[in-house]
């Protein structure tokens, strides 16, 4: 081309173009576990967690079956049988992610999961939460996950996030830095995954985690936000001790009575 050649025009997007989709989640690198899958596995690391007492953790089928249509700290709620659960379970297995104990009563099952995806206590009440749950902020996170680990502030709750999302057991469905930021498990399947991108992506923020509005005094802090922080982990804390309670009663109900006199 000469010094003195006009430069082709480049073609300009058209004035009322709509914006370019959002950029789908990375596909996944662990294993996809199926709806069920992953709320058994919810249950075992929660009633371990919480449970008060040592006979209630292993959890006999009965219980885990229990655990799974809990209708308090579940999104959604299921109704599943014991084939299904035990079904599900038996897939598990393989995989190292469950181990059946035998040898008693009743079988009972046990998670393995801090030997297969982390040693950390926070870390692994995050996972349980989001696998009971499915996909949430950030702030709602750290205040279910504090009914089974300690996760004092949101910085906290970054730290626990970090290692988690580098191994990919944790996923980002937003923008890490918006208020309001979105996570979920990494064990969907990669059409979840663009599915929920899709769905996130446009959310409205929440209204807990909106900018304070100019000219109104913003709460003090330790003030309404803390106080209102503690009600809710003393709810989550008191509906996880009724769901303990309800599980013990279902064992205790299908014990064989002895007979009279005897």
Same mark, same amino acid.
């Given at each position: ?47 371990? !967690? ?176 803390? !106080? ?10 008191? !509906? ?23």
């Amino acid at each position: 081309m000469s010094a003195d050649a006009t430069p082709s025009p480049q073609p300009q997007p058209a004035p009322n173009a709509p914006a370019p989709a959002p950029t789908p989640a990375p596909g996944p690198t662990w294993d996809p576990l199926s709806p069920i899958e992953r709320r058994i596995l919810g249950v075992l690391v929660e009633k371990q !967690k919480t449970s008060k007492t040592a006979d209630s953790y292993p959890l006999s089928l009965n219980a885990l079956v229990t655990g799974c249509n809990q209708k308090s700290n579940r999104d959604p709620v299921l109704e599943l049988d014991e084939v299904e659960v035990e079904e599900a379970v038996e897939a598990l297995q393989p995989r190292g992610l469950v181990t059946r104990i035998t040898g008693g009563r009743v079988d009972r099952f046990r998670h393995e999961l801090y030997a297969v995806w982390t040693g950390g206590g926070p870390e692994l009440a995050v996972l349980a939460e989001l696998l009971l749950r499915g996909p949430q902020t950030k702030g709602d996170l750290r205040t279910r996950a504090a009914r089974m680990a300690p996760i004092d502030s949101l910085d906290a709750l970054e730290d626990v996030l970090g290692p988690l999302v580098e191994r990919r057991l944790v996923v980002y469905l937003t923008d890490p830095d918006r208020r309001g930021a979105v996570v979920t498990h990494g064990f969907h399947t990669a059409d979840e995954l663009v599915r929920l991108t899709a769905q996130h992506s446009h959310a409205p923020t929440p209204v807990a985690e909106l900018a304070p509005v100019p000219g109104r005094a913003a709460a003090p802090a330790g003030g309404l936000e803390a !106080k209102l922080t503690a009600a809710v982990a003393e709810i989550d804390a008191l !509906k996880a001790r009724v769901a303990a309670l309800e599980t013990q009663l279902a064992d205790a109900l299908k014990r064989p009575v002895p007979p009279a006199g005897g």
